[in-house]
């Protein structure tokens, strides 16, 4: 039986910090109305001349260092991403050029903050089917181009980043499970209303900017947040004992506890990063998993359940074994 297992992660955070005092300057908010309500006290912004596929070539570098693979090893290459570079060519086929990989299947998935764990669980099932030798999975946004700058109840809450895992066979888990989800019918919840075949000549005419019901993703987010882990801990016949670190996607630190609390699981085995990055959208689980891994949370051996919920609404888990 071949499992997928992560040899490697990395993340990058672009330099420019955006504090709430810097907020405070440019709406009417708060530093404590911030604080109280998501938790977040800073988020990085990329620069007008980065684009997310560079923000993903530098999070990928770290990951194969890490993993000690080269650009001659990476035979897919899978990024969740909502801020692409372009509508086309997909995002994963610009990082390939950029870091010179060879050819090899290269594609982007749009899962909104629930990206990367889509992402995973393709590459994982790529690798579990013997095609893959040696993936390159992403979670990337500069989710903040499509930030309204006056628009007080979104513009606190996002940052932009991108986190990056290697992901290679073995004769062990790795990866356990995988559980994906969706539900349009909260489309109208949360959702950008300008795409290709919608609205496209509206695009900086000022209607294009983040809709969402804060209050309703809220009271969804906890609810589904805490059904995908109990979904991946019964379809593994696990109890929250089992699991080491608890991974959740980073949007609001009040929607986390809740979550946790929900789930009876302790905030000390739950990664957090939203308070420094506030919510990278598809970058925030694999940035979070970096940060816990670098800084000796994480161990190898340990069990980690990654989940995430997104626009769509999108949801879904990842269980494995570090
Ligand atoms: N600063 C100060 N006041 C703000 C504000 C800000 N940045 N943003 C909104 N407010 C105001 C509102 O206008 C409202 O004022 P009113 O009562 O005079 O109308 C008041 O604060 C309360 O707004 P409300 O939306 O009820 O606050 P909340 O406690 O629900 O918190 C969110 C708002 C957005 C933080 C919260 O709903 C949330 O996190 N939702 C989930 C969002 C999310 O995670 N999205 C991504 C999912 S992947």
């Not at 977040?40 to 530098?58: G, K, P, W, Y």
């Not at 689980?285 to 670098?294: F, S, T, W």
Request: proline residues 3%.
């Amino acid at each position: 039986m071949i499992y997928s297992r992560i040899a490697g992660t990395g993340r990058y955070l672009p330099e420019r910090i955006l504090t709430n005092a810097d907020l405070e300057k440019m709406v009417e908010t708060s530093d404590e109305w911030i604080r109280t309500r998501t938790g977040i006290e800073q988020r990085h912004i990329a620069s007008e001349d980065q684009r997310t596929s560079d923000l993903c070539v530098n999070a990928a570098k770290i990951a194969m260092e890490d993993a000690g693979v080269t650009v001659e090893d990476i035979d897919l290459i899978i990024v969740g991403t909502t801020s692409p570079d372009l509508i086309f060519p997909n995002i994963a086929t610009i990082i390939q050029h950029k870091m010179g990989i060879p050819a090899c299947a290269a594609f982007s998935v749009e899962a909104a903050c629930t990206g990367f764990i889509y992402a995973l669980s393709s590459a994982d099932k790529f690798i579990r089917s013997g095609d893959t030798k040696c993936a390159l999975v992403i979670g990337a946004e500069i989710i903040t181009k499509l930030i309204d700058w006056e628009d007080r109840s979104t513009c606190v809450l996002f940052g932009d980043g991108a986190g990056a895992v290697i992901l290679k066979p073995s004769d062990e888990p790795g990866i356990i499970s995988t559980h994906l989800g969706a539900d349009g019918q909260y489309k109208d919840l949360l959702y950008y209303p300008v795409g290709v075949s919608n609205n496209l000549a509206a695009a900086g005419l000022g209607d294009s900017r983040i809709m969402m019901s804060g209050n309703e993703v809220f009271k969804v987010a906890v609810k589904t947040l805490g059904a995908v882990a109990q979904e991946a801990l019964d379809a593994n016949g696990l109890s929250l004992d089992d699991i080491d670190w608890l991974i959740p996607h980073q949007a609001n630190l009040r929607i986390i506890q809740a979550t946790a609390k929900r789930l009876g699981m302790p905030m000390e085995k739950v990664i957090q990063t939203v308070q420094i990055h506030g919510n990278t959208s598809a970058a925030s689980v694999p940035m979070a998993l970096d940060v816990g891994i670098r800084d000796g949370r994480i161990k190898r051996g340990q069990t980690l359940l990654l989940e995430a919920f997104g626009g769509g609404f999108t949801w879904g888990s990842v269980l494995l074994k570090y």
